[in-house]
């Protein structure tokens, strides 16, 4: 049984130098939901926290050992696009592991009041909570965000409530639209919102998101896809991923290469770290 204690070892140590903390912007596989963790310079942030079901919470599943594997033990936020249990679901299992500044919601009409009750319930404490309902922007020291809010009408559902958020990573700009449909992504555009080097696909690449206007005008070089294996939506659809071609960026999908990870160079621009880059022993389980 020697041998097998040695191999576990050896895999636990890789596994700790590949996860150390390090500077990183990285779109967790989590199934069909979101969890974006970006850390520059000791600023921790994340982007969503993962999907929960009846079956799973991503919170625990996915973004909490990765958390733990990279040694990050405290966030300076947590920004919550919109209230899709596919996108806060993994909250609650953070809060009752690790240190979290502030939890943002950027909501035009402000905070609906099941949507608080929902957070105290999970265990946010009221001096966690942000709530922003016009454009801001927000310094994190390494980490700067462009929030823009979504529609503002009364009638307006989760998805087109969704935030444009703007990170500056260094030289570059990585782009997160949660659920936004296509209507919401003209509106940002009539807006004037900055181009990104990277942009989050939004609604996991729907057929309603990702419009050809938007894609022209974000000029992105890598598109990500966050999506569950088989998802029962067929996300991403062939329209985004088209269109998403026909501008001459490159589709990464989580269902097909797990977590796909940024990594900044000596000049600073991020750059994707691929699959060859990548322990195989940890690609295997993160898959």
Same mark, same amino acid.
């Given at each position: %049984? $020697?041998?097998?204690? &040695?191999?576990? =070892?050896?895999?636990?140590?890789?596994?700790?130098?590949?996860?150390? @903390? +390090? *500077?990183?912007?990285?779109?967790?596989?989590?199934?069909?939901?979101?969890?974006?963790?970006?850390?520059?310079?000791?600023?921790?942030?994340?982007?969503?926290?993962?999907?929960?079901?009846?079956?799973?919470?991503?919170?625990?599943?996915?973004?909490?050992?990765?958390?733990?594997?990279?040694?990050?033990?405290?966030?300076?936020?947590?920004?919550?696009?919109?209230?899709?249990?596919?996108?806060?679901?993994?909250?609650?299992?953070?809060?009752?592991?690790?240190?979290?500044?502030?939890?943002?919601?950027?909501?035009?009409?402000?905070?609906?009041?099941?949507?608080?009750?929902?957070?105290?319930?999970?265990? %946010? $404490?009221?001096?966690? &909570?942000?709530? =922003?309902?016009?454009?801001?922007?927000?310094?994190?020291?390494?980490? @700067? +965000? *462009?929030?823009?809010?979504?529609?503002?009408?009364?009638?307006?559902?989760?998805?087109?409530?969704?935030?444009?958020?703007?990170?500056?990573?260094?030289?570059?700009?990585?782009?997160?639209?949660?659920?936004?449909?296509?209507?919401?992504?003209?509106?940002?555009?009539?807006?004037?919102?900055?181009?990104?080097?990277?942009?989050?696909?939004?609604?996991?690449?729907?057929?309603?998101?990702?419009?050809?206007?938007?894609?022209?005008?974000?000029?992105?070089?890598?598109?990500?896809?966050?999506?569950?294996?088989?998802?029962?939506?067929?996300?991403?659809?062939?329209?985004?991923?088209?269109?998403?071609?026909?501008?001459?960026?490159?589709? &990464?999908?989580?269902?097909?290469?797990?977590?796909?990870?940024?990594?900044?160079?000596?000049?600073?621009?991020?750059?994707?770290?691929?699959?060859?880059?990548?322990?195989?022993?940890?690609?295997?389980?993160?898959?």
């Amino acid at each position: %049984m $020697r041998w097998i204690s &040695l191999i576990l =070892l050896a895999v636990l140590a890789v596994d700790m130098i590949a996860h150390r @903390t +390090v *500077d990183e912007v990285a779109f967790l596989q989590v199934g069909q939901g979101d969890a974006t963790l970006l850390s520059r310079n000791g600023s921790h942030l994340l982007i969503d926290a993962g999907p929960r079901s009846n079956t799973l919470d991503g919170g625990q599943r996915f973004v909490w050992p990765e958390l733990h594997r990279r040694g990050i033990r405290r966030l300076d936020a947590i920004f919550i696009t919109h209230f899709d249990r596919d996108h806060y679901g993994g909250l609650q299992a953070l809060l009752g592991r690790i240190q979290v500044d502030r939890i943002v919601v950027v909501a035009p009409n402000g905070i609906e009041d099941e949507n608080l009750k929902l957070l105290r319930e999970i265990g %946010m $404490r009221s001096d966690q &909570l942000v709530v =922003l309902e016009s454009e801001q922007r927000l310094d994190f020291g390494g980490l @700067t +965000v *462009d929030v823009v809010p979504g529609e503002s009408g009364l009638g307006a559902d989760d998805n087109s409530q969704s935030p444009y958020l703007g990170v500056d990573y260094g030289a570059d700009r990585i782009i997160f639209t949660g659920d936004a449909p296509g209507d919401l992504e003209k509106y940002w555009l009539s807006l004037g919102v900055k181009p990104g080097h990277i942009v989050k696909a939004g609604h996991h690449g729907s057929e309603q998101s990702l419009s050809s206007e938007w894609l022209e005008a974000m000029q992105p070089n890598f598109v990500v896809f966050s999506c569950g294996r088989n998802n029962p939506w067929h996300h991403p659809s062939p329209g985004a991923l088209g269109r998403v071609r026909e501008v001459g960026a490159k589709s &990464l999908r989580t269902d097909a290469l797990g977590t796909v990870r940024f990594k900044p160079d000596s000049q600073g621009r991020l750059q994707l770290v691929s699959a060859e880059d990548r322990p195989a022993i940890l690609e295997f389980f993160q898959r």
